[in-house]
């Protein structure tokens, strides 16, 4: 074993081992200011103010306030595979990291590594040249070693390391050896982070347009369309954020683990610009499209969106009726956007409809806990709440439903629909397609998102077309019901 002393030359030649990047796929420290920054205003403050100080004061401080949990990490097998053979062949395994010493001493207790870390402490950040000094000072200056790393700063390690592994970047003409699988490119996974899947819930913009018959018009079409991209780039920017505030929540979910900030794909800083850059695009776009009102109500998303992420999304209850709102402000910025007035019973039935999904993404949340009688993780349940979950979503969508009869009946929707009755029957498809979807989730057939699932889901698409079909009848009339008898 080593400890502070020098290695003497008849020892099996040490395995320095790279934490951030390396040895697991996160940067320990950044995350560790986020976890910290996200508990509030005082906090973050404290975060930025540490970082002013230095890098190895901001490490220090964050250590103090923030105990990670190394077995919730991403951690590289193929380097866990080198570290296991050295171990094999009774080589001393250290790990070697600019994170602070008491993280990493964690992480090599969890691995069962007996010997000394070599870390930040204190004023002094353990990177690159400095790393390398350190590791001469505990085995000497001639001493052989080993060294796996993953980027640039790590070159002058693998310089004068005996073999050298690295599971990132190789300098050109070295003998370094690459460990695993090239990493994904970054457009990969930054289109994935983006999540452009979910940009279809945007399509809420164009409602309006299509409530009001002035989607035939191209130019209103046009319009409403382009709001819904710049509602798109807003979402994938708050999309960014939330996964940058749910990656130890989204590592422990079955499925989400495989998310780019989660999996170690997208670092932290990469996200936090490109976040910052489509937030500046889709609001310099609403000024374009809409002037002050519409940027104002695009900011008004992100402001809640942003608190749902940091706060909202941990009140019970609470949050589900935020979703709801966010579902619907969509459709009054699609309104604003074509400068058409939005009826009461579109916003009503807007907010009960998708109260419904709200909940019933909730619903999909807790029956798949890990641990479900314990409080879900960065949310405002535990698992005895399944049932009243599961009954207020349902509620919700048949009071969504009875609006809807109630807008077909009102004397003033004769006035602007050719066929008001046919109305009458958008009811049925409604019914059909909430029972559906609530009853699937029960039986565990439902993943994630709902309104993804509807995407997917063919039924849920016939149902859509079903509706559709309707509307356009009523709307207008005898011409519209030929036409799709044809």
Same mark, same amino acid.
């Given at each position: ?6 290695? &003497? ?5 040490? #395995? ?21 920054? *996200? &508990? ?14 230095? *890098? ?10 923030? +105990?990670?949990?190394?077995? *919730?990490?991403?951690? +590289? ?28 001493? +964690? ?39 080993? %060294? ?8 002058? #390690? ?19 050896? *690459? ?128 608190? %749902? ?20 402000? +969509? ?19 807007? @907010?009960?409809?998708?109260? &419904? ?31 009243? @979950? ?23 929707t004769a006035e602007r629909y050719a066929l008001p009755e046919m109305l009458w029957l ?61």
């Open positions: 074993m080593l400890d502070k002393q020098r290695v &003497s030359a008849d020892q099996a030649v040490p #395995l320095f081992v790279d934490v951030d990047g390396t040895l697991t796929r996160a940067d320990i420290s950044l995350e560790s200011f986020v976890r910290i920054a *996200r &508990s509030g205003i005082a906090a973050m403050v404290a975060v930025l103010t540490w970082l002013v100080a230095g *890098r190895a004061v901001a490490k220090t401080m964050a250590a103090r306030r923030d +105990r990670i949990d190394p077995a *919730r990490l991403p951690y +590289r097998p193929e380097v866990l595979n080198l570290i296991e053979q050295a171990k094999a062949d009774g080589r001393p395994v250290i790990l070697a990291s600019a994170s602070h010493w008491r993280h990493i001493r +964690r992480i090599a207790d969890h691995l069962t590594l007996v010997d000394p870390v070599i870390a930040t402490r204190g004023r002094s950040n353990l990177k690159g040249a400095a790393k390398l000094a350190a590791i001469r000072a505990r085995i000497g200056p001639d001493a052989p070693f080993d %060294y796996v790393g993953d980027s640039r700063a790590d070159t002058c #390690l693998w310089r004068e390391a005996r073999h050298g592994w690295s599971v990132g970047h190789v300098p050109p003409g070295s003998a370094v050896q *690459r460990l695993g699988d090239p990493r994904p490119s970054a457009g990969r996974a930054i289109i994935k982070a983006m999540r452009p899947h979910q940009w279809a819930k945007n399509a809420l913009v164009i409602v309006p347009a299509l409530t009001s018959g002035e989607f035939a018009k191209p130019a209103v079409l046009l319009t409403a369309v382009t709001a819904a991209l710049l509602m798109s780039l807003i979402a994938s920017s708050i999309y960014l954020l939330n996964d940058l505030l749910d990656i130890d929540s989204d590592r422990a979910h079955h499925s989400k683990w495989k998310r780019p900030l989660a999996h170690g794909d997208l670092t932290i800083p990469a996200a936090l610009g490109l976040s910052l850059l489509l937030a500046t695009l889709g609001l310099a776009g609403g000024w374009w499209l809409g002037g002050p009102v519409l940027t104002f109500w695009l900011l008004a998303y992100m402001a809640i969106t942003t608190a %749902y992420s940091f706060r909202l999304k941990a009140v019970m209850v609470g949050d589900a009726i935020v979703l709801a709102s966010l579902y619907t402000i +969509r459709i009054w910025i699609g309104a604003i956007a074509i400068d058409v007035a939005l009826s009461f019973w579109l916003l009503l039935f807007s @907010v009960f409809l998708f109260l &419904s999904l709200a909940y019933l993404k909730r619903y999909v949340e807790m029956r798949d806990a890990s641990e479900p009688e314990r409080l879900l993780s960065g949310r405002g349940y535990v698992g005895g709440d399944l049932d009243v @979950v599961m009954m207020s979503g349902i509620s919700a969508g048949m009071v969504a439903t009875l609006v809807l009869a109630l807008f077909a009946h009102d004397p003033a958008l009811c049925l498809p409604l019914i059909y397609w909430l029972n559906r979807i609530w009853m699937m989730a029960r039986r565990g057939e439902v993943e994630g998102d709902p309104v993804a699932f509807a995407i997917k889901d063919g039924r849920s698409l016939a149902v859509g077309a079903v509706t559709a079909c309707i509307f356009v009848a009523a709307l207008y009339g005898p011409a519209a019901v030929n036409l799709i008898a044809d």
